[in-house]
């Protein structure tokens, strides 16, 4: 089966949807598909080798230059070309990654429109490539924001198309007016198009059925998986001195390490706490900076800065080190966690995790068995769950061991390539049996 995968490239940031993408675009290489994994926007970042073509559609020089002005909406297929190369993206990605959503509503209703939006350009070139050069069996969508591709695909090409749900709504939800509301019902048109939706998870799944209005039969649950190269526990699951608390994700409010710090600063005023420390990790945006230096402020003021240490942006070797120094992973985020890949890379190296009771994180707890759960935004919930752990270390390393079996028993790369494959296959043999054309839009019906 040859497999199209078009994955939104996040500038220069490690991205967990460009990790998916590529994690999964390898695993179904491995099995024997034919994929051609394509970047939109900005060449992918990955940890891995990048299994990408060198080529990079919807480039984000020409969206936003098309999106601004008319006159590049008409612009010859060659000059586009020059402003499509990776190497000039890279750099601008470097600049525009942490793009602040709220000023990006006019751009995402226009993409979602797909043919009939600012972008109509970019959709007949990449249709046109298609068609001629690549002849895909089915084409895969790293995030339903890209859905305003679908519909021309199907109907010039007759490829089914997928899409891969990874926390959309959190996007959309910080939209203003009125590019919200536009928003929210051109993706609910959109991925109701599609031949299939995967989720993560059966949390999310549900949710998003609601959130777009589609049926819950819709939807496909593929568990995320990891490819497990480099992963594994330290060779001392007791640690003799300091108990060490960790964090991975991107350093902003909606991860909530505020909420972990304040946690972190309760354990150490109780004086029947044993030492511990606090180490972060993750991209670090400019826009996010005053947090930090506000977090470590609030530390410094309680003379726990000596025990809080932020070691930045980690590669994949540099990571699975962090991952192995843990003995266990703080993840308090203050929104509904769709995906959760960094519980998975903790399990990967036998480290238990403190999650929230929210979003993914009760089904994989459940699931697992690797981590205990706290009442979400509660920094004194939080402490009492770590203190647990701090105070029984053997209960620590049951869990880090359950979470650890869990992962290589069905949350890695081969098993989430083998699902989502017999996802493709279904929607293929659909698609031979009664090709058809999309419903109409909301401004066609009546």
Same mark, same amino acid.
């Given at each position: 089966m040859r497999i199209v995968q078009l994955a939104a490239g996040a500038g220069g940031m490690y991205c967990g949807t460009c990790l998916y993408a590529n994690t999964l675009a390898s695993a179904l290489?491995?099995?024997?598909?034919?994929?051609?994994?394509?970047?939109?926007?900005?060449?992918?970042?990955?940890?891995?080798?990048?299994?990408?073509?060198?080529?990079?559609?919807?480039?984000?020089i020409n969206v936003y230059l098309q999106q601004a002005s008319a006159l590049f909406r008409r612009t010859p297929w060659g000059l586009d070309?020059?402003?499509?190369?990776?190497?000039?993206?890279?750099?601008?990605?470097?600049?525009?990654?942490?793009?602040?959503?709220?000023?990006?509503?006019?751009?995402?209703?226009?993409?979602?429109?797909?043919?009939?939006?600012?972008?109509r350009k970019e959709l007949d070139k990449l249709v046109d490539w298609l068609g001629r050069d690549v002849?895909?069996?089915?084409?895969?969508?790293?995030?339903?924001?890209?859905?305003?591709?679908?519909?021309?695909?199907?109907?010039d090409l007759e490829i089914p198309v997928v899409a891969t749900l990874t926390g959309e709504d959190s996007f959309v939800e910080q939209l203003p007016e009125p590019h919200y509301s536009q928003a929210r019902d051109l993706l609910a048109e959109r991925c109701g198009e599609m031949a299939a939706l995967v989720a993560m998870n059966h949390y999310y799944a549900d949710y998003m059925a609601g959130y777009l209005r589609i049926g819950r039969e819709r939807f496909e649950v593929v568990p995320a998986g990891l490819s497990l190269d480099g992963f594994g526990p330290r060779v001392s699951a007791e640690n003799p001195g300091e108990f060490t608390i960790g964090f991975l994700a991107r350093i902003c409010p909606d991860k909530g390490l505020h909420v972990l710090a304040e946690a972190f600063a309760r354990l150490v005023e109780d004086r029947?706490?044993?030492?511990?420390?606090l180490r972060a990790a993750g991209y670090l945006g400019k826009a996010d900076?005053?947090?930090? %230096?506000?977090?470590?402020?609030? $530390?410094? =003021?309680?003379? &726990?800065?000596? +025990?809080?240490?932020?070691?930045?942006?980690?590669?994949?070797?540099?990571?699975i080190a962090f991952l192995q120094s843990l003995d266990v992973l703080g993840l308090p985020t203050v929104y509904r966690e769709s995906k959760g890949l960094p519980v998975l890379e903790a399990w990967a190296c036998g480290v238990p995790v403190v999650v929230p009771d929210h979003g993914t994180f009760p089904e994989l707890v459940r699931d697992s068995g690797g981590g205990v759960l706290f009442r979400a935004k509660d920094s004194g919930a939080l402490a009492e769950s770590l203190r647990g752990l701090i105070h029984d270390r053997q209960r620590a390393s049951e869990l880090g061991r359950h979470g650890y079996e869990a992962v290589r028993d069905r949350y890695h790369a081969g098993r989430m390539a083998e699902r989502t494959a017999a996802v493709y296959?279904?929607?293929?043999?659909? %698609?031979?049996?009664?090709?058809? $054309?999309? =419903?109409?839009? &909301?401004?066609? +019906?009546?």
């Amino acid at each position: 089966m040859r497999i199209v995968q078009l994955a939104a490239g996040a500038g220069g940031m490690y991205c967990g949807t460009c990790l998916y993408a590529n994690t999964l675009a390898s695993a179904l290489t491995a099995a024997g598909h034919d994929v051609v994994l394509v970047p939109v926007y900005t060449p992918l970042r990955v940890e891995d080798e990048t299994l990408s073509v060198d080529r990079v559609v919807f480039g984000g020089i020409n969206v936003y230059l098309q999106q601004a002005s008319a006159l590049f909406r008409r612009t010859p297929w060659g000059l586009d070309w020059l402003l499509d190369r990776p190497w000039l993206l890279r750099c601008v990605g470097r600049i525009a990654s942490a793009t602040d959503p709220r000023r990006l509503g006019p751009l995402t209703v226009s993409m979602l429109r797909g043919h009939d939006g600012r972008q109509r350009k970019e959709l007949d070139k990449l249709v046109d490539w298609l068609g001629r050069d690549v002849k895909p069996d089915v084409v895969h969508l790293s995030t339903s924001l890209l859905a305003g591709m679908a519909r021309q695909i199907l109907r010039d090409l007759e490829i089914p198309v997928v899409a891969t749900l990874t926390g959309e709504d959190s996007f959309v939800e910080q939209l203003p007016e009125p590019h919200y509301s536009q928003a929210r019902d051109l993706l609910a048109e959109r991925c109701g198009e599609m031949a299939a939706l995967v989720a993560m998870n059966h949390y999310y799944a549900d949710y998003m059925a609601g959130y777009l209005r589609i049926g819950r039969e819709r939807f496909e649950v593929v568990p995320a998986g990891l490819s497990l190269d480099g992963f594994g526990p330290r060779v001392s699951a007791e640690n003799p001195g300091e108990f060490t608390i960790g964090f991975l994700a991107r350093i902003c409010p909606d991860k909530g390490l505020h909420v972990l710090a304040e946690a972190f600063a309760r354990l150490v005023e109780d004086r029947t706490t044993p030492p511990v420390r606090l180490r972060a990790a993750g991209y670090l945006g400019k826009a996010d900076r005053s947090y930090l %230096s506000q977090i470590q402020a609030r $530390l410094r =003021a309680k003379g &726990l800065d000596d +025990r809080f240490e932020y070691v930045g942006e980690l590669d994949r070797r540099g990571k699975i080190a962090f991952l192995q120094s843990l003995d266990v992973l703080g993840l308090p985020t203050v929104y509904r966690e769709s995906k959760g890949l960094p519980v998975l890379e903790a399990w990967a190296c036998g480290v238990p995790v403190v999650v929230p009771d929210h979003g993914t994180f009760p089904e994989l707890v459940r699931d697992s068995g690797g981590g205990v759960l706290f009442r979400a935004k509660d920094s004194g919930a939080l402490a009492e769950s770590l203190r647990g752990l701090i105070h029984d270390r053997q209960r620590a390393s049951e869990l880090g061991r359950h979470g650890y079996e869990a992962v290589r028993d069905r949350y890695h790369a081969g098993r989430m390539a083998e699902r989502t494959a017999a996802v493709y296959e279904r929607v293929a043999a659909k %698609s031979a049996r009664s090709p058809a $054309l999309p =419903a109409a839009p &909301l401004s066609e +019906r009546g």
